[in-house]
Structures are given as structure tokens and as C-alpha cells.
């Protein structure tokens, strides 16, 4: 079964759309680990299963636009996607995720926390203050079970001498 050019055009240019969208997701996740900082192998476990992800979607992608067959030009037109995405217009996407992050920081997330902080600061003094008043009843405690003990190997001295 042949398939016309222009089918294939189409898949092409679906699969260069592919590319530019794994691009923004790919930017997507390189400005949270920018922002919220990441470890070297967390990093590198994020960049394999974002790899399998997009791998997968490829794969999938071309099974409904292309009767599941996989052809050399899905794969050159996601990278031909990713490649235009990475030199054109990464730097701007990223800059402009980073500073969408910021912006939920400082506008949305502080306030919310110093909200919680005043709302819940009564039952934190609260926890302080049961905490201290513990902590000094154990000491107080553990000082009379020690005098306890002591009496206890007393009455077992004098139990043997009886």
C-alpha cells in the first residue's frame, strides 16, 4: 500500500510540531529544576523517563497518524522540531517559565504561607509551650524514679537479710 506525498508531508509536519511541543515540556521541566534546584541523579532520572516519554509518544503518534508504521522522516521531523525549538525560541520560553515560576513564588505561595503561619502560630505557641512543660515533668520524673530504684534495692537488701 502506497502513501501519497502529501500524507506524509502532513505526518512530517505534525512530527515537527511533536518536536517543538517536547521541546516546551522538556523547557517546562529544566526551569523547575532551575528555580527549585535538582540533584545530579534525580536530574539524570528526569532526563531518561522524559527520553521514554517522548520516545513513546513518537511511537504512538505515528501509529495514529501513520497506520503505526515508523518511517525515517517521523524521527528526523521530531528532531528537525527540537532543533528549531532549541536555536529560536528556548532561551525566550525558558526565561518566560522561570519568571512564571517566580511570580507563583513570590505572589501566590508567600502570602499563602504567612497566612498558615498566622492562622496555625496559636497552635505551634501551644505545642511549645505543652512540649517544655513535658519535657521538664519527665526530668522532674525520671529524678523520683531514680530515688524509687535506690529505695527498691533497699527493701530487696533488707528482704534478704530477713
Same mark, same amino acid.
Given at each position: 500500500?502506497?502513501?501519497?506525498?502529501?500524507?506524509?508531508?502532513? @505526518? $512530517?509536519? !505534525?512530527?515537527?510540531?511533536?518536536?517543538?511541543?517536547?521541546?516546551?515540556? #522538556?523547557?517546562? *521541566?529544566?526551569? +523547575? =529544576?532551575?528555580?527549585?534546584?535538582?540533584?545530579?541523579?534525580?536530574?539524570?532520572?528526569?532526563?531518561? @523517563? $522524559?527520553? !521514554?516519554?517522548?520516545?513513546?509518544?513518537?511511537?504512538?503518534?505515528?501509529? #495514529?497518524?501513520? *497506520?503505526?508504521? +515508523? =518511517?525515517?522522516?517521523?524521527?528526523?521531523?521530531?528532531?528537525?522540531?527540537?532543533?528549531?525549538?532549541?536555536? $529560536?525560541?528556548?532561551?525566550?520560553?525558558?526565561?518566560?517559565?522561570?519568571?512564571?515560576?517566580?511570580?507563583?513564588?513570590?505572589?501566590?505561595?508567600?502570602?499563602?504561607?504567612?497566612?498558615?503561619?498566622?492562622?496555625?502560630?496559636?497552635?505551634?505557641? $501551644?505545642?511549645?509551650?505543652?512540649?517544655?512543660?513535658?519535657?521538664?515533668?519527665?526530668?522532674?520524673?525520671?529524678?523520683?524514679?531514680?530515688?524509687?530504684?535506690?529505695?527498691?534495692?533497699?527493701?530487696?537488701?533488707?528482704?534478704?537479710?530477713?
Amino acid at each position: 500500500m502506497t502513501v501519497s506525498s502529501s500524507v506524509q508531508l502532513d @505526518v $512530517f509536519f !505534525v512530527c515537527i510540531v511533536f518536536g517543538i511541543a517536547s521541546g516546551v515540556i #522538556f523547557d517546562l *521541566e529544566r526551569s +523547575i =529544576r532551575k528555580i527549585y534546584g535538582g540533584k545530579n541523579i534525580a536530574t539524570i532520572a528526569e532526563d531518561v @523517563v $522524559f527520553a !521514554v516519554v517522548c520516545i513513546t509518544a513518537l511511537i504512538i503518534l505515528c501509529y #495514529f497518524f501513520d *497506520e503505526g508504521r +515508523i =518511517r525515517y522522516y517521523h524521527i528526523l521531523g521530531a528532531c528537525f522540531g527540537v532543533l528549531f525549538y532549541a536555536l $529560536f525560541l528556548s532561551g525566550a520560553v525558558l526565561k518566560g517559565f522561570c519568571f512564571i515560576h517566580m511570580f507563583f513564588i513570590k505572589a501566590v505561595l508567600s502570602p499563602l504561607l504567612k497566612l498558615i503561619r498566622f492562622i496555625f502560630s496559636p497552635f505551634i505557641l $501551644f505545642f511549645k509551650k505543652t512540649a517544655s512543660i513535658i519535657k521538664r515533668s519527665y526530668k522532674k520524673l525520671k529524678k523520683i524514679l531514680r530515688g524509687v530504684k535506690i529505695k527498691k534495692k533497699r527493701i530487696k537488701k533488707i528482704m534478704k537479710m530477713l
